[in-house]
């Protein structure tokens, strides 16, 4: 065990020997010094320390100096009652601070329990409980503030986990804190009452044992008691102070001395002022002239020295921003910053700033939290930082979309509009300004907010502008998601797939893979659509496979047949036939033998008039889905499928192709056609 935890172990160790076994007074002495000492340090701490949560335990701190008091009070209440005497600490109160005499001291001690009782524990109590629900309230605010900060890039992850942990840490420790005020309340209470029991109990043993008389008894027991009263209520008073210091503090960083009298005595006037007063009230009033002149005159003296000084650091400021400015202008330019690329940014021009700024109701930052979730959920993949910036050099209702710095992308929205698309069986028209859809360029037109009733009411579909933007950046992710997976974001999901399967992981990643091939593998998967959230898996195909192979084209067909499910379940919908295109078993032939192998990979070298042939074939066999309504989907043979895809992809790029140790055999499938040349 550390010294400190045994330190904590002995010093409640010790409170709790202290109520059962009698101690002698020279050891009360000792510990009675000893509870003094922790009060002023405790006092210092909570003046001293620089933020709330540097004082975490505060709380409990709270419940160990309360109960070690108590422990006390019984030790000394055992000793008074049975001795007659409680050491020369309990002494020394009753008699010094209380000047001998029975009444001042019994009216010190009553004085110090009031303050205690009725000032500083109530109002820590109040500050307590509305820090505490204040906090709690604050938070989802606080959250969002740091998810905004996040998706912006203007913080890491690594920060926003560790503002997100002190956001938890503060709500805990203010609610905390609203119940270890109780303690420090019901001790000033206790002490009272243990006050009241001494006294009570020394006259009668005075009286019954020691013979004394009534007066007598109370002298001897009643100075004791309020000494032994003193000593345990001035630390009480010292802890109740530091309780009202940290609640009321705040939890910003400050340095409390500095602070406080730089706010209480840093503007001049109010010197100037306070002066004037005392030099008046010296001269007109009988008080004491020479006094207030005095200390008036102090706070004159003292407001010009401060003033003065404020003239002076406010030119030396201006001299340091001069110098600065003129360094920046001689030094060269750090231009290492201007070399980053965001991944994934998007700017739009001043008219859609309304969107993206919250306290203008504004809310595409939330959407584009909603977004990264959607695609973890939807690819198993995390998207990057999307940084939002506004570019004046826009048209004012523009936004372009960039991946890695290059625009990909672009729309235009009017801000108080809305869009409205016929999603085919609108018998009535309804007025409004052409346009089309940004993410998938469909025809539809702008309506006012007056229309938008009408409009739904005839069934057509209508978005509004952030729904829109968001819409369209789901959709340019979705299709860049596979450039945008780094060997890093691969490295990511290696650690997290490891701490549940060390094993599998150990066995793959490096023995038999890389990142970079592990990496190659979730983008081929990534490309077409296929979820890579199931790693296990992939990783369990990877370990089987990789033995035989590493190309990763081979694997990923291997790993697509082994999420058949997945991909089914993606494609074909249950309980009904789906439409497809096959492909001529000639023609896989004709694939397969201009497939060429090389170190750098397999590629495809197919005559170009074939290939025409080809595409010319297909895109008549597509026409006939889409003529019915259906997504273009073509079945191939293993083998084929993956070069087949890429032959076509950039023909064709919603083209799905898929082969058929992909599809589950409950899967019902209706050939429409087949493609051939």
Known sequence: MKRADVGVALYLVAAFVMLIVPIPSVLLDVLLAFNISIAFIVLFSCMFVKEVLDLAFFPTLLLFTTIFRIALNVSSTRLILGQGYAGNVVQTFGSFVGGGDLIIGSIVFVILVLIQFLVINKGSERVAEVTARFTLDAMPGKQMAIDADLNTGAITDAEAKVRRDKIQQEASFFGSMDGAVKYVKGDAAAGLLITAINIIGGVIMGATREGLGMTDALQKYAILTIGDGLVSQIPSLLISLSTGILVTKGSKDADFGHTLVSQLFGIPKAL?????????????TTLNTLLFLAMGMIF??????????????????????DEIAAEEIRQPENVTSLLQVDPIELEFGYGIIPLADASQGGDLLDRVVMIRRQIALELGTVVPIIRLRDNIQLNPNQY????????????????DHYMAMNPGYVEEEITGIPTFEPSFHLPA?????????????LGYTVVDPPSIIA????????????????RQDVQNLVNNLKETNPSLVDELVPKLLGIGEVQKVLQNLLKEGVSIRDLLTIFETLADYATTTRDPDILTEYVRQSLKRAISGKFFPANETTSVVTLDPKIEQEIMGSVKQTEQGAYLNLDPERTRKIMESLEAEVAKLENLGK??????????????????EDYFKDLIVISYNEIETNIELQSVGMVTA
């Open 400 to 415: 372009i979309i960039k991946i890695k710095g290059i625009q990909v992308s672009e729309g235009e929205i009017l801000f």
């Open 445 to 457: 037109i702008w309506i006012t907010e007056g229309q938008r009733e009408r409009a739904e009411s």
């Open 300 to 321: 004159i003296v003292v407001g010009r020295t401060i003033q003065g000084t404020i003239e002076t650091a406010k030119i030396e400021g201006e001299v340091d921003e």
């Open 272 to 284: 100037y002022l306070t002066g004037a007063i005392l030099c008046g009230l010296g001269l007109v």
């Open 631 to 648: 997504n273009p989907i073509v079945i191939t043979s293993p083998i084929v499928r993956i070069y087949f895809k890429r032959l076509t």
């Open 471 to 486: 819409t369209h950046l789901t959709e340019v992710i979705r299709q860049y998601i596979a450039e945008l997976l780094t």
